[in-house]
Each structure stands twice: as structure tokens, then as C-alpha cells.
């Protein structure tokens, strides 16, 4: 167990505790990408576990090369690994989807931004903070959802498309409509088309776990130039 103890908390890089490390970086960085497997999220379980392997391995070589230059001047051990950060930034960037109004992919965003630092703390022998950070990550991905979902000051963020055969609808009137079925609008934008008479209006709702879709449509319904609704995740 000494041996073994003395390899897991070597300050000197060799093959042997580079593999431990790595291998923690796999389970620790598997971790959430398993839970963001579970959602159905595109970035999953192969991505997160890669990004979290390489930034280990990004730290291991800026801890490595001064090891193995010790004369060499511009070996700054954390000059490699704050690179990580930036390229990282880039891929998160990549998972932010715009459109309809709304911005998707913050959550898968921050998420890789977290399991590249869980990485390079891997990488620099820091497995304490590393778990906990990943016990913490995995905390706020599934309860986080929950208390949004089920709290009475939040809701799940929907977007509603509502089709129109008036190209001027009233917009006020469709917001009362949504908030007498308990579901909270914000911002909307909306487009006509005056040849045709026709409007489509997109709306960005909060809706509740308790709130009835079927009761929403029956209210909507009810408006006569209301055509046809749908309800985007």
C-alpha cells in the first residue's frame, strides 16, 4: 500500500503514475459524462470522458518537460496547461446553440469547461479537489434540474410558436392567455405576412412541472385566429 500510496502522490512524472492519474481522469470525467448520456445531450459519455483524458495529459507534459529540462528556462509548469482552458473554451463555445429567440447548450457548455479543469487538477495531483469538484458538478446537473423543474419561482424554458391567420395578432392577449394558464412568458418576437394575412409568433415561456399542456391548448384554441401551437424543448 506504501508503494502504491507513494506512486498516487509522486511529484515526479513516469509512466507508472501517469497511468493512475489518467486512469482517475477517465472515471472522474466518465462520471458526468455518463449523467449527460442519461438526458440524451449530445455531448456525452465519449466526449467528456476525452476532453477531461487530454487535459490530465495536458498537465502531465507541463509538469514533465521542466522535470525533464531541468536547465530549461521557459519550463513553466502550468504554461500547457492554461492553454487547455482556452482551446476548451472554443469547444464549449461549439455546443451553444442560438435560435427562435432562445440559447441552448449553456448547460453542456459549462460542462466541459468544469471536466477540463477536473483534468488538470488530476494531471497536477490535486485527486481531492478533482473528486469533489465532480461530486459537486454531478450535485448541481441532477438536482439542480430538479429544484428548476419542481421550485415554485422556476419552470422548465419552452418555446411556444404560435401560428396566427391574422398577420396582426394580439400579442398582449396571447401573454394573458398563457398567464391564466400558469405559464410565465417573457421575451417575443413575431412575423406577418400581409399578402397572405397570416403571422407566426414565437414566445419564450417558464413552464411549470404542474401546469397542463392539454389545459394550455384548450385556452389558446379558444382564440379564434389562433391556427395551430407547438411547444419547443
Known amino acids: 500500500m506504501d508503494a502504491i500510496s507513494s506512486i498516487i502522490w509522486s511529484t515526479q512524472i513516469d509512466t507508472l503514475s501517469a497511468l493512475i492519474r489518467l486512469i482517475i481522469s477517465l472515471l472522474l470525467g466518465g462520471a458526468i459524462g455518463f449523467e449527460r448520456q442519461l438526458r440524451h445531450r449530445d455531448a456525452g459519455l465519449r466526449t467528456f470522458t476525452l476532453i477531461c483524458i487530454g487535459s490530465t495529459c495536458a498537465m502531465l507534459i507541463s509538469i514533465w518537460i521542466p522535470q525533464l529540462y531541468p536547465d530549461f528556462l521557459n519550463?513553466?509548469?502550468?504554461?500547457?496547461?492554461?492553454?487547455?482552458?482556452?482551446g476548451v473554451g472554443f469547444l464549449g463555445a461549439g455546443a451553444i446553440l442560438r435560435g427562435r429567440g432562445?440559447?441552448?447548450?449553456?448547460?453542456?457548455?459549462?460542462?466541459?469547461?468544469?471536466?477540463?479543469?477536473?483534468?488538470?487538477?488530476?494531471g497536477a495531483g490535486f485527486f481531492g479537489g478533482a473528486v469533489i469538484a465532480t461530486l459537486l458538478t454531478l450535485f448541481v446537473l441532477v438536482c439542480g434540474e430538479y429544484l428548476e423543474r419542481f421550485s415554485s419561482i422556476g419552470g422548465a424554458n419552452r418555446i411556444l410558436v404560435v401560428h396566427c391567420s391574422t398577420a396582426l395578432p394580439n400579442v398582449d392577449e396571447l401573454k394573458n392567455v398563457l398567464e391564466s394558464a400558469g405559464v410565465r412568458s417573457s421575451s417575443h418576437t413575431y412575423q406577418c405576412d400581409f399578402e397572405k394575412n397570416q403571422s407566426v409568433v414565437t414566445i419564450k415561456v417558464s413552464v411549470h412541472s404542474r401546469v397542463s399542456q392539454q389545459e394550455l391548448r384548450k385556452k389558446m384554441s379558444e382564440l379564434e385566429y389562433v391556427s395551430s401551437i407547438n411547444m419547443e424543448a
Not at 519550463?75 to 482556452?86: C, E, K, S
Open 75 to 86: 519550463g513553466d509548469p502550468g504554461r500547457i496547461a492554461a492553454q487547455v482552458l482556452t
Open 102 to 122: 432562445s440559447v441552448q447548450g449553456l448547460t453542456t457548455a459549462a460542462c466541459i469547461w468544469i471536466v477540463s479543469v477536473i483534468g488538470l487538477a488530476v
